[in-house]
């Protein structure tokens, strides 16, 4: 990043002071690292102090779930019945119950439309907020909030359960999540790769190695304030040991911690025990989790996958993480963003006996719950066969730039690739007011 | 806001100019007397004053004749003069910020109104002024037009105030628009920039300087233009420069100013001298200053001028460390260092380097460089055969590694790619396929790496658009960063959007061909094949791919995808409705011509494969980058830092720290014929790449002019492999060089994942440690960046437990043979290793269900483990038969410690080191847990994962 400045606007001058900032030494060059070059970029507006993204990937039906059509054809509106809920006028699929029980504390969005129907472009676009382009890879949100949001020493900011589908992007290695690689099982210890001790190596016996660590590790004693790499890699260490043996996080991860009572909405499926891994953590104080429930890619078989699979354990696993963040006092103040790629066809395939929905951006759902959000509303309509939005239908783009803002995130901000181009965190977004507080 | 630029007007006038000649470069020395600064000769310029070395040509400073002044003279008072608006009227917007991308440069535009963003499309900027109804321009009431009155403040502008009324800038829209508005009928070609000063070097933080920019048109008229150019600073804390080209000068250091007007990009070197004193003793201080060849001369002329001493020559040990790494990606095993060590000979480094370029890790490390280079990613793959896609991405691996282990001319290597096809020229579309099957199935890809064509190149799923693979080409093999100008004016270079779409063109001619639309003459191969397998393509979908990749396992010939060259067939997804339609009429499929990077343009006849002449333009000697972007890549790897920085951007805007090195380079690297190891070998012998990282009293804040070794983290695939070898026996420490196998240099591909099982599940390690993705046309898709996870992974990763304990490694066999009391290879000691290595195995897959809340499976491994603990006990033998005495156990850690130094940081520990390390050991009663200790500290200091 030694040479460019931003084509128009903010002096570079800043972004050098506050990069300068960031890497606890001035006058230091700046190697790869990415700046945040726009002044006011934290909004004060953003009530959220945390965050949960849960993704679907696969793309679920919108229709089978919270954008039932009960009067199309039944070739477009499929073999679910629709059931009231807690908002009075709003009806949702039969067969999620439970959050037809607690669509008080979400927003609904109907009639979101795009236009990338293949997965992992798709994916891309809705875990970033920003239409995929080969010449950079987007970060995904939780990369974004780690640039900005800041917890305890020994705990990470951003954690994926199990995985994030969407890396780091043009923000690096950095900003990648800590990725638990499995789901936690109820009532179980859970044991995360990098932070649970294993493999004979004991709490005294890391601590004795730290110590014969920091006194070898003088190499570059001499120098090493005025290196970033060098600094990075020394305080990364020891941010690092304080993590593997700290008890809050150790204490963080483990689902079996949870008080009877509290645990016993939470199935014993691994998205629900992730749901509830992921209270835990925001409790704890991580700032960031991604979960992930996959399975929705219903080409065939549509219907059975749907109601003995997919919509019982995303209707139990979500209730319960709205239910209990309320119960914890963190409602108010983590958002909640749960969203597949696509939605799926209106009309019925007929390729299996049962039949299937394929992929279909032009019309989709998307929730958004908790701190910052205006909740218990639908807002959006699609039209009367869910083949796309109403009227003018809400852009990816604005919903990604609404869950920025609840974190205080500008999503017009922007950071400065390695390469100099000055990109924006949502490049096309704006916040839709009517969901915000 | 511009209204400072009144203060300016006439500043031309009093340049005053005194050459004095220094030495023989003929250096002009200028100073501005309106800002009293004292005149620089050579005396003087030991005094504080600000020296400048002026354009050699032309030599007159003076506005003569010729030189028109600028327009902020011009305008200020009454003309007749009607602005031309290519020279004055579109870099005015430019410099008033209206075509910028927060005003009506965005492409929604901003109140209806639309610029193109950073200027250069004339005509749809005059049509946006012109729209009618929109009262932007009033030729009948020129006062009127909203282009005066919002910037004005006249009418309410969202903008604010960008000028008053009475302005030069106010003036110069006004006279453009009272002449009638003119479009610009052909674009005046600008021939070059002339900036006074051309470079600037300051003294202290109170010096200031004045820019001055001559355009030289090509029809000979000069005007001098800098109120209307665009001014950078590359590295403001250098020294900034206002919007009126008013320089401040900073901190210590060099970088470049650039200026912009019309499409040219001029970049101007400013500089600080590091250490006067040590500029002032200059070639006199004699310190460091030995040369071993042609580049350590560049490289010490510009730390000459910048008051930079060079860093010590690196000691023998931590050379060896470094180029084992940089060229072959392998640490020097123990013996190794010994060996190197013991030997006396002066030449033994460049023995060295030559034995490095010999061997097979050389290859793989390099391989993986140009796959990044290349962009040699599985998953875009995937479409190619239906079929698991590592095998291709093993191909795409290959075929360049055997170029790298044969030395083929690099520029020979990238013919290969460019211009490739899909099959060899005698084949049958049959053949082809079923080459193409047996090669997927076995894994065997040895016929592939033996052709002389790489196509797989053009066939990634992402790269189908002629701009995409415009912005992929130029980025792989030009270091370019073009991407820019795909939608607009290049903000940091020459090219506009029309330069674009043109060369854009030279990457419309080659498709990726799906067997259902084969050409005609393959039909009959593909029925065939079709046949054979019951494959109706008309059914299409995940059936047809369920099938081939079944037929494919059944040891069946299935149809793949094949690469065609055609005439560069129109994109017409570039063109507007009317566009399409007079298209459709004049039956014209194909391009007429395209325009290269450089400008110049390239007729195309309708039978071409339009990639010929592009290759043929890489390959000409004054081609401004292909072998600049090479050679300054591969040296980027070897000094953490590119000559122009980042490397893939060999863009105006960001001039080489260093143009006669890397000039020189290029040059020769061309005249040897693109010989890669020619230049590995003279980047490595340097003087300069043999340079200490410790710096002296000059160098601690330099990055950039190679005074000093800058530590760079390990490079991923490194990190594994080195981990892997620190840990090894002694029999496995010595074979990295040579055996590829189960390396993480030799993962062709980006499916990590799928390389689980080869080197403890490398796949998590290659992802934390930013491993290239090959996703986007950006050499930092790589990222040697360092982080939390890293450190907690090398800290307790159970892979990385697993690895410093295995029982086939170092410590696993010391363990055995202390557990045996023998040596590891008697017949008890290897009933013993293997039962311990049976329970590490064991303990991982505990550790694993742990991790997955499968107690169940837990709990069993925990009994075998406990089963298995037992049968051992029973075997070892009596302690007391084995007790070694003090002395000797303390001879045994010493030299273990020694060893564990050797094989982790190729050096010997100092005497405090190799204390610490015994009183750590001393607290274990099994040598080998304490050993486990040592290496486990040893991998996680930072002198490890660094190459300094």
Request: a negative charge.
């Amino acid at each position: 990043m030694s040479w460019h400045r931003q084509c128009d606007g903010f002096s570079r001058r800043d972004c050098l002071r506050m990069g300068a900032i960031g890497a606890g030494a001035a006058g230091l060059s700046l190697g790869n690292f990415l700046r945040i070059s726009h002044a006011g970029a934290v909004n004060p507006a953003g009530r959220s102090q945390a965050a949960i993204f849960v993704e679907l990937p696969g793309g679920p039906s919108h229709i089978d779930t919270f954008d039932p059509k009960p009067d199309a054809p039944s070739e477009i509106r499929g073999k679910f019945a629709t059931i009231a809920t807690r908002v009075a006028g709003v009806r949702f699929s039969e067969h999620l119950p439970l959050l037809a029980g607690v669509n008080d504390h979400f927003t609904v969005l109907r009639g979101v439309t795009h236009s990338l129907g293949a997965h992992p472009l798709g994916q891309k676009f809705i875990n970033t907020g920003n239409r995929p382009t080969p010449a950079l890879e987007y970060p995904a949100y939780g990369s974004v909030a780690a640039t900005r949001l800041t917890t305890h020493r020994d705990l990470p900011v951003y954690v994926a359960v199990p995985k994030a589908s969407q890396g780091p992007g043009y923000l690096g290695v950095k900003y990648a999540p800590l990725a638990t690689n499995e789901a936690p099982r109820a009532g179980r210890p859970f044991n995360v790769r990098g932070i649970s001790l294993g493999g004979g190596v004991t709490l005294n016996e890391i601590g004795k190695r730290k110590q014969l660590l920091d006194d070898l590790d003088q190499t570059f004693a001499a120098i090493r304030r005025d290196d970033e790499l060098l600094d990075g890699l020394d305080e990364f260490g020891q941010k690092a040991f304080e993590m593997i043996t700290s008890r809050r996080a150790r204490e963080a991860f483990d689902v079996s911690r949870e008080s009877e009572a509290f645990r016993k909405p939470f199935a014993d499926d691994p998205f629900s025990q992730s749901c509830l891994l992921a209270i835990r953590l925001v409790e704890a104080g991580v700032r960031f989790v991604t979960l992930s429930l996959g399975g929705w890619d219903t080409h065939q078989d549509n219907f059975t996958k749907l109601k003995d699979d997919l919509l019982p354990k995303l209707d139990g696993g979500l209730s319960a993480l709205f239910v209990g963040l309320q119960q914890k006092g963190l409602l108010e103040s983590t958002t909640v963003f749960c969203s597949g790629e696509f939605g799926r066809t209106p009309k019925i395939n007929t390729r299996s006996a049962e039949g299937g929905r394929d992929h279909y951006p032009r019309c989709m759902f998307m929730l958004m719950g908790g701190g910052g959000i205006r909740q218990g509303q639908v807002l959006g309509e699609s039209d009367a066969t869910a083949a796309g939005p109403a009227h003018e239908g809400f852009k990816p783009e604005d919903v990604a730039a609404t869950f920025y803002h609840s974190l205080g995130i500008d999503p017009a901000a922007e950071f400065q690739t390695p390469s100099g181009r000055p990109v924006s965190v949502v490049r096309d977004g704006t916040p839709i007011p009517e969901l915000l507080v | 806001m511009m209204k400072q630029n009144d203060s300016l007007q006439g500043s031309w006038t009093v340049w005053i100019v005194i050459p004095v000649v220094v030495g023989c470069t003929g250096i002009l020395l200028a100073i501005m007397g309106e800002l009293g600064l004292v005149i620089p000769d050579e005396r003087a310029s030991a005094n504080g004053a600000v020296a400048f070395r002026s354009a050699p040509e032309p030599v007159g400073l003076n506005p003569d004749a010729e030189t028109v002044p600028p327009v902020n003279v011009r305008f200020a008072t009454e003309t007749d003069e009607v602005p031309d608006f290519q020279r004055h009227v579109s870099p005015l917007l430019g410099r008033l910020g209206c075509n910028g991308r927060a005003c009506h440069g965005s492409f929604q535009g901003q109140g209806g109104f639309r610029l193109s963003l950073f200027g250069y499309d004339f005509a749809a900027d005059i049509a946006a002024m012109m729209e009618v109804g929109s009262g932007r321009i009033d030729l009948a009431d020129v006062g009127e037009s909203l282009i005066l009155a919002k910037p004005s403040d006249a009418d309410f502008h969202e903008g604010g105030q960008r000028f008053t009324e009475d302005s030069w800038q106010f003036a110069v829209l006004k006279k453009w628009i009272a002449g009638g508005a003119q479009a610009v009928a052909v674009p005046a070609k600008l021939d070059r920039l002339e900036v006074e000063p051309a470079e600037l070097q300051f003294r202290s933080t109170d010096d200031q300087a004045e820019l001055r920019v001559i355009a030289h048109w090509a029809d000979g008229s000069r005007e001098d233009v800098t109120p209307l150019c665009r001014f950078q600073s590359n590295d403001p804390s250098i020294a900034t420069v206002t919007p009126t080209g008013h320089v401040q000068a900073g901190e210590r250091g060099d970088s470049h100013l650039v200026v912009f007007y019309d499409n040219a990009v001029q970049p101007v070197p400013v500089s600080r001298a590091w250490n006067e004193a040590a500029m002032a003793r200059g070639a006199g201080s004699g310190r460091n200053r030995e040369s071993f060849g042609p580049i350590d001369g560049f490289v010490q002329a510009k730390l000459d001028r910048l008051g930079l001493v060079r860093s010590d020559l690196v000691d023998d040990a931590t050379f060896l460390r470094r180029v084992c790494l940089d060229i072959a990606g392998t640490l020097p095993s123990a013996a190794d260092v010994r060996e190197f060590m013991a030997d006396h000979s002066p030449d033994k480094r460049s023995r060295k380097i030559d034995e490095l370029l010999e061997t097979p890790a050389y290859s793989a490390l390099w391989a993986t460089f140009f796959c990044d280079l290349t962009g040699n990613n599985t998953q875009e793959l995937r479409d190619v055969a239906y079929a698991p896609t590592e095998t291709l991405s093993t191909m795409w691996y290959e075929w360049i590694r055997k170029r790298i282990a044969d030395n083929m001319p690099y520029d020979q290597m990238v013919e290969g790619i460019v211009l490739a096809s899909g099959r060899f020229s005698d084949q049958s579309y049959l053949e082809y396929c079923t080459e193409m099957s047996q090669m997927v199935r076995s894994g065997d890809c040895d016929p592939f790496v033996q052709g002389d064509s790489m196509p797989l190149y053009w066939m990634r799923r992402e790269l189908q658009d002629p701009d995409e693979r415009a912005n992929s080409f130029a980025h792989s093999f030009l270091g370019l960063q073009i991407q820019c100008a795909q939608c607009h004016k290049h903000p940091f270079d020459q090219w506009t959007n029309d330069d674009f779409n043109s060369f854009a063109r030279f990457f419309s001619g080659v498709q990726v061909m799906r067997p259902q639309n084969a050409p005609k003459a393959d039909r009959e191969d593909v029925q065939k094949i079709a046949g054979d397998l019951g494959l109706d393509f008309k059914k299409g979908g995940g059936n047809a791919q369920k099938l081939i990749r079944e037929a494919l396992r059944d040891g069946k010939t299935v149809p793949v995808r094949q690469l065609i060259v055609t005439p560069p067939n129109i994109n017409q997804q570039k063109l507007e409705p009317a566009e399409k339609q007079a298209l459709r009429k004049s039956r014209k499929r194909t391009y007429d011509e395209g325009r290269l990077p450089d400008g110049s343009m390239v007729p195309f006849r309708p039978t071409d494969d339009v990639r010929q002449p592009l290759m043929e333009w890489l390959r000409k000697k004054d081609n401004p980058w292909f072998a600049r972007a090479i050679v300054n890549r591969i040296w980027a790897k070897y000094f953490g830092v590119g000559i122009v920085d980042p490397p893939d951007n060999l863009s105006l805007a960001n001039p080489p720290s260093n143009a006669e090195l890397l000039d020189w380079l290029a040059s020769t690297f061309v005249e040897r014929g693109y010989d890669l190891k020619w230049l590995h070998r003279e980047i490595a012998n340097s003087r300069t790449y043999q340079t200490a990282w410790q710096p002296n009293e000059t160098n601690g804040n330099d990055r950039r002019n190679f005074s000093r070794s800058l530590p760079r983290r390990l490079p991923a695939e490194v990190v594994v492999d080195t981990m892997a070898q620190a840990s090894a026996s002694d029999r496995d420490n010595d074979r990295f060089f040579v055996n590829l196998e189960d390396r993480a240099l030799s993962v062709p591909g980006t499916a990590t994942n799928r390389a689980a099982g080869r080197n403890n599940s490398a796949g998590f390690a290659l992802e934390i440690f930013g491993r290239s993705t090959r996703t986007t046309t950006c050499d930092c898709d790589r990222s040697m960046e360092t982080s939390l996870i890293q450190t907690v992974y090398l800290q307790n990763d159970r892979d990385v437990h697993f690895m410093l304990g295995r029982n086939d490694g170092w410590v696993g066999e010391l363990r055995s043979a202390e557990k045996s009391g023998s040596e590891p290879d008697s017949a008890a000691g290897k009933q013993i290793a293997d039962l311990e290595n049976r329970i590490r195995r064991l303990e991982r897959g505990r550790a694993q269900s742990l991790e997955k809340g499968q107690e169940v499976q837990a709990r069993k491994f925990a009994e075998r483990i406990a089963g298995f603990e037992k049968q051992l006990a029973g075997m070892r033998p009596d302690p007391a038969v084995a007790t070694v005495s003090a002395e000797e156990r303390l001879q045994q850690i010493d030299s273990l410690i020694l060893e564990a130094y050797l094989r982790a940081l190729g050096r010997q520990p100092t005497p405090e080191e190799r204390d610490r390390c015994r009183q750590h050991m001393q607290e274990y009663e099994s040598v080998a847990e304490g050993l486990a200790g040592v290496l486990w500290a040893l991998i996680n200091s930072s002198e490890f994962i660094v190459n300094h």
